[in-house]
């Protein structure tokens, strides 16, 4: 069994992904699945994998005595800042709360599904990097802390290991917050992990580059993550436009920088080059529903994306501002948050204390608008073209941490005539595995690591949804209203076969309703897997 | 005299300790919110499920409950029956569950004997009758409790990792104090008596029993050492819970949010990565308002 002190081990690697919790056939069988990418020698030779044998970051360790000194004192004064209200007012409060408060009970253990599906890997126990964090901050912030760590018998060596373990440690962590759910006291794990992530990337300039350079770096320079600037976001979605009129007849314009609008939509701008038909979709519903609305193509404004939620402050906020302010400009009544979850939570739950005045321009889920014009009637719906098995993924972030919980169900119970839920749902649902960031990211043999234990548990939960109906021949669907968990869905689904092998396809909630809409000519559903 | 200082300077620390620690998370800027589901809050088919105000269109028109019955039941539920630990790590619950009601019984007990003797409560036979049985009740209670959470700290493969020499010190303390305190009962008064005695006449404290002075010896360290360590959780789960987790209040409805954020606006930024202020030290408002997209830097 590891102990917590060895993550400061020089030497060797603190374990290996073998014992994983088993999945019904036929995935159980580990000779169908892709070889695992081998790194090549030059590359383990300058990357840290001595976690677990897989790299998030690419992090390579100091070669000289004189670096490792340097990144160590580079640690301990971002943990200073960590815990500065000047450097981190916005967090302070509940980061001290949860490191004084763990009682070391576990009984949040069990509940992660990264833990339960590695077979139990003491490494990925919720408590072990924060143990492991919580034991520094001790050690090294406060005062006696060293004296007091050594009498305690919790001290850690401060060494380039320890530091690289703990930074990749805090990227096998989805920031689920399933754990916190289950602690009696309060204290949230996944807070702890995303702030170790925090400090690294505000004091260190250390972030996977998937999410930093690729993600909110782009985004805040061209205005969205994807890299579409606003003449390009205008141009696909124009295309989209003819698309919808290819496939449906029906002509609609997408309404850009309307102002006095009664909404403007922000979707996650990654819907539009991957998964053009829920855009569409929305647009097909919202023209068919008679609502005001419009698109904005200032900067940000067409990307609910806010990478900075997993990792950085200023990043998070420098986000929320810019989409704020695109609303504020354009005079919209309320902002509706398409189908992206932790778009929802950055904008809806943790921005709303940073946007202030005029600022605070009232947000609404897309879930919610969608639910009423369903239940309005205003659509003509007929649920026998969904007539096909539907389940329901919870995106963490819009339901765990939003209670946005209902107004999905509400649709899918009115439109598919065999929808059933998954074990467990609502706010005890699992994560899909991609969740902070993980679903962007596949550098290195990141992506082996995401598809075999991140997502394990929810690919576990979809195939038991659909046990009355497993072969393939049956087409089923796997309603993920979250752009990030579709991103996961749609890469787990490919490294299991999961398409051929059972028939499961994946995809939005828009595209069920028009899918349903009676004056749509073809079925809106197309059953390819992309 | 050595013990009545013991005991007065523990009083002291403790109030005092857990004053400062109050006071110093009280006077943290208001953190961002990071609520987490279900929150005990709205109708309650609602709550049943674990949803939200979001769930309304337009839910910034429409009253929410900020009323605290649905809290203070959940709580209820936590406190005395330790429902989360019940939910998550059953073989814990049993011993948690005895040496939380031993610590429940002993305070209380410690109340009633104290307003016995503060009353001069001869006559008040059923607070005496309270303290009689209570104090045992509640050190058996505890004894059961702190030695079975030992032996299932050294034990059980789930904890055995995480018990650290504080976690063995501290259940070895609250045993300790639990066990003299049973054995008191027979070398003196019984906690009332203990109580009386230090309330009224504690020059006679030497008359009791070595048990007895050890027993208030314990306690009186206790007292001292709570304030320091996560036992404060009894009471800081109103800033964890509450303050944090149930904490869904929307800043659009609170006049005081927009003075708060002003304030913490003006807080300067001293983080190092290039990207945050990579012309030197900036305050929030500016790096918020910066449009970033800039510096490289990345190690
Ligand atoms: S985080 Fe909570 S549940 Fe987990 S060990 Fe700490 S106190 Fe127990
Ligand atoms: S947040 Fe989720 S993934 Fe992370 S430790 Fe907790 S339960 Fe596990």
Request: hydrophobic share 45%.
């Amino acid at each position: 069994m590891r102990k917590i002190g060895d993550i400061a081990s020089r030497t060797g690697q603190l374990t290996q992904v073998h014992n994983l919790a088993p999945l019904p056939p036929p995935y159980d069988r580990v000779e169908d699945l892709p070889a695992r990418k081998k790194l090549k020698q030059e590359v383990l030779d300058r990357i840290d994998t001595s976690l677990d044998g897989f790299s998030a970051l690419g992090l390579s360790r100091p070669q000289t005595p004189e670096e490792e000194r340097k990144f160590i004192a580079r640690f301990l004064s971002g943990l200073e800042k960590l815990l500065s209200a000047d450097n981190n007012w916005a967090f302070l409060e509940p980061l001290n709360l949860s490191l004084d408060h763990c009682a070391r009970c576990q009984s949040c253990v069990e509940a992660c599904p990264i833990y339960t599906a590695s077979g139990h890997d003491e490494v990925y126990r919720p408590t072990f990097r924060n143990e492991v964090f919580r034991r520094l901050v001790n050690q090294y912030h406060k005062s006696g802390g060293r004296a007091l760590a050594w009498l305690k018998g919790e001290d850690i060596e401060l060494n380039a290991a320890t530091l690289c373990r703990l930074l990749e440690s805090a990227y096998r962590c989805t920031l689920c917050r399933r754990c916190a759910q289950a602690c009696p006291m309060g204290v949230d794990n996944a807070l702890l992990t995303r702030e170790i992530r925090k400090l690294f990337s505000m004091e260190m300039g250390i972030a996977p580059k998937e999410i930093h350079d690729k993600g909110s770096m782009l985004q805040l320079r061209t205005g969205s993550s994807t890299g579409m600037n606003a003449r390009a976001v205008r141009d696909n979605v124009a295309f989209l436009d003819e698309e919808i009129r290819d496939q449906t007849g029906l002509t609609i314009e997408t309404p850009w920088d309307k102002e006095g609008a009664d909404v403007l939509l922000i979707h996650n701008a990654g819907e539009i080059l991957a998964w053009p038909e829920n855009p569409m979709a929305f647009a097909i519903i919202l023209e068919a529903a008679g609502i005001s609305w419009t698109m904005s193509s200032d900067l940000a404004g067409y990307d609910s994306v806010n990478y900075g939620l997993w990792y950085d402050d200023a990043q998070f906020a420098r986000v929320a501002v810019r989409q704020a302010e695109a609303a504020r400009k354009l005079k919209v009544k309320k902002i509706v948050l398409g189908e992206c979850g932790h778009g929802h939570k950055a904008s809806m739950v943790t921005a709303d204390r940073l946007l202030c005045g005029d600022l605070n321009v009232p947000r609404e889920s897309a879930l919610v608008l969608l639910r009423d014009i369903v239940i309005s009637g205003r659509l003509t719906l007929d649920p026998s073209r969904n007539d096909f098995p539907v389940t329901l993924h919870d995106p963490c972030n819009m339901v765990r941490m939003m209670g946005i919980v209902e107004p999905q169900r509400e649709i899918l119970r009115k439109i598919c005539p065999q929808f059933r839920e998954m074990t467990p749902h609502g706010v005890d649902n699992y994560c899909c595995g991609g969740g902070s960031g993980f679903a962007l990211m596949s550098g290195y043999n990141f992506a082996d690591w995401r598809f075999s234990v991140a997502g394990r548990m929810k690919l576990k939960q979809i195939l038991n949804a659909f046990a009355d109906c497993p072969s393939p021949a049956v087409k089923k669907y796997v309603c993920a209203p979250c752009s990030n968990c579709k991103g996961q869905f749609r890469d787990l689904f490919q490294y299991y076969g999961v398409w051929e092998k059972s028939g499961i396809l994946y995809g939005g909630l828009a595209e069920l309703i028009v899918n349903a809409m009676a004056d749509i000519r073809q079925p809106f559903i197309k059953w390819e897997f992309h | 005299m050595l013990l009545i200082i013991l005991i007065s300077v523990a009083v002291i620390v403790f109030f005092a300790g857990n004053t400062v620690r109050i006071v110093h998370f009280l006077r943290m800027p208001t953190p961002l919110r990071w609520e987490l589901y279900p929150i005990p809050k709205g109708p309650r088919a609602r709550q049943r499920y674990g949803g939200s105000y979001f769930e309304q269109s337009d839910w910034w028109t429409k009253s929410h409950d900020t009323g605290r019955a649905g809290e203070l039941a959940f709580m209820a539920k936590e406190i005395l029956l330790l429902r989360s630990v019940w939910e998550n790590f059953r073989g814990l619950w049993l011993w948690s569950w005895l040496l939380h009601w031993g610590l429940y019984f002993y305070l209380l007990t410690t109340v009633v004997a104290i307003l016995a003797a503060v009353l001069r409560a001869g006559s008040f036979r059923l607070l005496h009758l309270a303290v009689l049985y209570g104090s045992p009740l509640a050190c058996s209670l505890g004894v059961a409790g702190s030695l079975g959470l030992l032996v299932m700290r050294s034990l059980h493969p789930r904890l055995r990792g995480y018990t650290t020499r504080s976690s063995v010190f501290n259940l070895t303390l609250l045993g300790a104090a639990f066990v003299t305190g049973l054995l008191s009962l027979s070398d003196g008064a019984g906690l009332d008596g203990l109580v009386r005695v230090l309330l009224r006449s504690p020059a006679s404290l030497g008359h009791y029993g070595k048990i007895s002075q050890a027993h208030l010896a314990l306690v009186a360290f206790f007292l001292a050492y709570f304030p320091f360590t996560h036992m404060t959780h009894a009471y800081m789960k109103y800033f964890t819970w509450h303050g944090v987790r149930w904490n869904d209040s929307p800043a659009i409805r609170d006049p005081q949010a927009a003075m708060r954020l002003a304030a913490s606006l003006q807080r300067e930024v001293t983080w190092a990565a290039t990207h945050i202020a990579a012309g030197g030290p900036a305050k929030w408002s500016e790096v918020a308002s910066d449009p970033g997209g800039r510096g490289a830097g990345r190690a």
